[in-house]
Every structure is written in C-alpha cells, then in structure tokens.
C-alpha cells in the first residue's frame, strides 16, 4: 500500500511539479472561456478546475490524468443554466457526481466497449465543431481589432511552440496581448465584460434550490446527459493516456473519482467537469506522471487567480476566442477523413450522423445515442442474413441453415420452405446455424408444426449446444395440441 | 565489431533499408544482437486510440507497421527483440540508446512523414547530435 502510493504520488516529483505548473497555466483561460459557454461567471469554472483537480489527484484511477471544467460539460449546461440559473447548475453538478459514483460502483466502464469507435471519433469531432461554434458570436462582426488579436493569437499559438517549447505558446499569446491591449486604447471586449474574478478561495454552501421532486424532474435528464458524457470523455482519455505512459489504469476506480470530485464541486460552487484529453497531453508530454502533477496543477492555478486575479479579467476576449479555436482544432479527429474513405459504409454513417445530431442538438450525450443505437441496427441487419439451402435424396428433404436464427432473420427462416408436401420426411440441418431467442425457437415450432398438419414427419439435426437447450426449453411442438399461435 | 545493436524503425522504406545494413553490421558477429525500436509518437496517441477498438488492437497495428522489418530479420536468422516505446521519437530513441549503452545505433534517414521532416528538421539530425554512440544514418 505505501509502495504504491510512494510509486503514484512521489516517483517522479520533479517532472510531476514542472508538468503541473505548464498545465495549471494552460488550464486558466480554458476554464474561463468554458464557463463562458455555460453562460455562467468565470469563476464558476475556475473553482471548478480548481476543485475537480485537486481531488481527483486523490481518488482519481489514473495518474497523470488532468480532470477540470470541460467545453463537452459546458456544452449540455446551457439550457439549464440560462432557464434556471447558476443554483441549479451546482444541484444538477451534485447529482452527476452521485450517479457518476453508481457508474464506478456497478462498474459501468465496461459498458464503454459497447460503444463503437465510429461514435467515438463522432463525438471528439461534434465536440470541436461545438467549441469553435461557441466562439463564432464573440469575434463574428465586431470590429476589425477583434478580427486582427483572433488571427495574432492563433499565428502565435500555432507557429511558436516549433520554436519554444519549454512555456505554453497560449500563455504568451495571453500575456503579450492582454499587455498590449492594456497599453493602448483599442475597442476591445474583455474577460470583465463576461463576469467577475473574485480573488478568494471557493467555500462550502449548499445551492439555493427548494428541495423538491419537481427540482429533480428539472435537474435530472441534465445531470444523467453529463454523467454519461464525463464519463465517456474520461475513458477515453485515460485510455489515451494509458498508451502514451505505456501503464494500466483502473476504469471504476476513475469512474468514482469522477463522481466524488463533482459532487465536493457542487457544494463549493464548481459547475461539472471531466477529464480533458488535450490537457492530460500536455501533462504527459511535459513529463507529468504521478497524482502529484495533478495536485500541482489544481494548487498552482487557484494561486494564480488569487495572486493575479486583477490581470485575468484585462485579457482580451479575442485572445481567449483564438486560443479557443486552436483547443477546437487540436480536438477533431483529423485523420478522420482518411477513416470515411477506408472505413465501411455503415460505419462512416455512424459518425456523420453522430456529429450531425450534436451539431443540431447542441447535445454530446443525444448524439452517442444516437450513433450507438444506429451501428446497432446496422449490426443486427449485418448478422441477420440468414440462407437456408434445400437438397433432395430419395425420399428426404434436406434444409441447410446457414447463419444467426432470431428475431431478426426469423422472416427469411420462415419464406425458405416448401410446406407444399405431404406424408415426407423432411431434415432441418442446424449445424452451421445458432438459434439465439424466443422468437427464433417459434420460427422452428412454426416450420416443424406447419409440416406435422400435413402429416410429414421433422428430424432436427446439428443443433448446437446452447442453441439445442434454448430448443429444448421454449419449443412446443413436442405437444401434440399445440397450436402455431403460443408464441 | 559490434555485439549490441539498436535499429530504431517505423515501417517506412527507409528504415527497411537500414534493417538491410544492421544485418550487414550484425553478421559480421555472431554474437550480436538487434534491437528494434518503435516509437508510438505522443502526438498521435489520440488518433491512435480514437482509431482502434483495444489496447490490444493497437499494440497489434503497431507490432504490424514493422513486419517488413522483422520479416528480413528473420529471412537473416538475426538474433533480435523488438521495444515498443512511447514518447517523442528523436528523444526517446536517443534516452533509450544511451541509458542501455547501445555499441551502434542504426536508422532511416527519414520516416513516413517526409512533408515534416523537411519543415522540423528530421528524428534522425536530433539521434546523431544527441546519441552517445555511432550513428549509421541509411539513405
């Protein structure tokens, strides 16, 4: 136990530190521009950064994993939020966190690989095509300064790091334009003009909300979408940061963490957060490894906004929408294009439509969905192509079953046969075939009693082993009274 | 000559054609041994794992880009082991060199990626500056 926590927190202490001070300055206007897509004062994300940061270094699954306020989770609060103000939000934080800890107790993070990898790429594409929506209104029609600090800032971002690499290229983006801006008298819109920084530590309280069901019915469906899409977002990155550190991690464990640290979130005045998959990048490339660079991350940013606090609210809005748009492009899948060109039809379709219905939903969790009911039907078409082949010798019929018999295929089982024959023997041949329900085990009873009227007698053969019990148990055509309508 | 052998490789032509020269350098010894390794670039772990159903998947896509490798190792009757590494290739090939004293270090002189290497400077220009012990760079 002291080995492992010994190997977590302290085993790498000063990549840890180092990591964690580059991610706690990449984390600041992430947090602000996100809290302003939730429509809610920047402090809300701040504290939430803070907050989930902090604590998920301790009940986190997987070191090295960055968990703060995310543009997936801000996304999903908008209406709720604009209907009914900031206090429902942290009820509705509270309750994602509880259903998070269900999530992590009946070990829900194994349904995750029900979820194709079509989605999957659906949904980091949705989510960067939303975050670059989300900043279109601050830039859009402005002013010609506004244009030009957007276009600066991204030509920083975008060709210093192959200079610079040791300080985040967004951070001196910010810092050189905010001081910019501050010198000279341009038209510009600032962080200020969106909310307030207050300079303190977040405390404890509990949201102004009447507690009651009708509270509930409202803050439910919200907290369930942002469960569901935390968690998936979780998952996928600390998969993302297993590859990267070559090391394992344990998916129910982060799952709880997730919920622990949203619920303490909610009561100190944090909206939801999950993991980040572009932050933890930046950690583990940074050197980040162990619990302490996330600890170090959350600390080090709260003591920026307390110490600095006066200067975050002078940054430029365009400065952040620039960042905004790099976060954006560093987040879609770009060799996605490459996948709709090899990857099967049915699969390309699955993300299209997934993107499609979070463009227009504006809702992550609709279009996961979505995207996994659709690759279900697909499936199930895929297996459902059943052929059933006829020989003849002497006197016998033989049918051949190829393929999945249920629900699905029971149409194509049924149309197969000639039931225009009397006084025969006929032989269903089951040995390349499996019988997988109810409905599949009425199509036999409904072929072999369809035949039985006509006096001709049925031999099953080749029945698996699963298939021949599933037989077995639901078949009625062993009782001579039974009629074709008992299933 | 040379008894402890580190071919860095990604699947490309080039570094197939540095395989064919660290089976020359290696036949010279019978008891020299090649070491294969593959770097899993950090800026395409995302795509990676978006783009593949299992971690198992991956190490198997991964293992596969080096089959033309390991198949003329094998055609040579090479004694070899392949790494799996993770990181950013040029440094982490070269970290992995000189912490495991490698006698000479063979590599393509550029990977699957041509259009960046002619803006970045190539993994190889970082191996030869940084690494401990010969380079043989193969065109």
């Known amino acids: 136990m002291i080995e492992k926590i010994k190997l977590e927190w302290f085993s790498n202490i000063r990549g840890d530190v180092l990591a964690g001070i580059v991610v706690a300055l990449a984390l600041i206007p992430e947090a602000i521009a996100f809290s302003i897509i939730a429509g809610v004062n920047p402090m809300v994300g701040l504290y939430a950064s803070f907050s989930i940061a902090v604590i998920i270094a301790f009940v986190g699954g997987r070191p090295g994993m960055i968990s703060a306020a995310t543009g997936a989770m801000a996304l999903l609060m908008v209406p709720l939020v604009k209907e009914h103000g900031i206090d429902y939000l942290l009820a509705a934080t509270i309750l994602t966190g509880v259903i998070q800890i269900l999530f992590g107790i009946f070990k829900v993070a194994k349904v995750m690989k029900f979820i194709p990898r079509a989605v999957m790429i659906g949904f980091v594409n949705a989510l960067a095509i939303l975050i670059f929506m989300a900043q279109v209104p601050h830039f859009l029609g402005i002013s010609t300064m506004t244009y030009l600090f957007v276009a600066v800032t991204l030509l920083i971002v975008y060709i210093l790091p192959r200079f610079l690499k040791s300080i985040p290229a967004p951070l001196i983006a910010i810092v050189a334009l905010t001081t910019l801006a501050i010198f000279s008298d341009f038209e510009l819109r600032t962080v200020g003009d969106l909310g307030t920084i207050t300079q303190s530590l977040p405390s404890f309280f509990l949201p102004n909300v009447p507690f009651s069901l009708e509270t509930l019915m409202i803050i439910f469906p919200f907290s369930l979408a942002l469960a569901i899409v935390g968690l998936l977002e979780s998952l996928l990155t600390a998969t993302i940061v297993d590859d990267m550190t070559g090391t394992d991690s344990n998916k129910n464990k982060e799952s709880r963490g997730q919920g622990i640290a949203n619920v303490v979130t909610g009561f100190f005045g944090g909206m939801a957060g999950c993991a980040m998959i572009g932050q933890s990048v930046i950690n583990v490339k940074s050197g980040g490894r162990g619990r302490l660079s996330t600890l170090i991350a959350g600390g080090f940013l709260m003591f920026l906004i307390i110490v600095l606090g006066d200067l975050v609210v002078q940054i430029p809005m365009p400065v952040l929408v620039g960042i905004m748009i790099m976060v954006s492009i560093g987040t879609f899948d770009w060799s996605s294009f490459m996948y709709l060109k090899k990857a099967p039809i049915t699969d390309s379709l699955v993300m299209i439509v997934t993107v499609l219905i979070v463009v227009f939903t504006h809702d992550l969790s609709k279009g996961v969905i979505a995207g996994v009911i659709l690759s279900a039907i697909f499936f199930v078409s895929k297996i459902s192509k059943l052929t059933v082949a006829k020989s003849v010798s002497n006197d016998l019929s033989i049918y051949t079953v190829e393929g999945q018999l249920f629900f699905a295929s029971v149409e194509s089982f049924l149309e197969a046969f000639d039931f225009n024959v009397q006084n025969e023997h006929i032989i269903i041949d089951f040995s390349q075939a499996h019988v997988w329900d109810d409905s599949g085990v009425g199509a036999i009873d409904k072929v072999i009693l369809k035949y039985y009227e006509n006096h001709n007698q049925v031999t099953m053969e080749g029945l698996n082993k699963k298939s021949q019990q599933l037989v077995e148990k639901l078949a009625i055509y062993n009782n001579k009274d039974a009629k074709l309508s008992a299933h | ?139």
């Open chain 2, 1 to 139: 000559m040379y008894q402890k052998i580190l071919l860095a490789a990604d699947g490309s032509n080039h570094s197939v054609r540095a395989t064919q020269e660290a089976i020359k350098i290696a036949s010279m010894n019978p008891h020299a041994t090649i070491t294969v390794v593959l770097v899993a670039d950090y800026s395409h772990s995302k795509s990676d794992v978006l783009h593949s159903g299992s971690s198992i998947e991956l190490d198997l896509k991964r293992r596969k880009k080096l089959l033309p490798v390991e198949e003329l190792l094998k055609n040579a009757n090479m004694n070899y082991r392949v790494e799996v590494l993770h990181g950013v290739p040029g440094p982490t090939i070269v970290e992995f060199a000189n912490k495991q004293n490698y006698e000479i270090l063979v590599i393509g002189s550029r990977g699957l990626n041509s259009l960046q290497e002619m803006v970045l400077g190539s993994v190889s220009h970082k191996v030869v500056k940084r690494a401990e012990c010969p380079v043989l760079i193969v065109k």
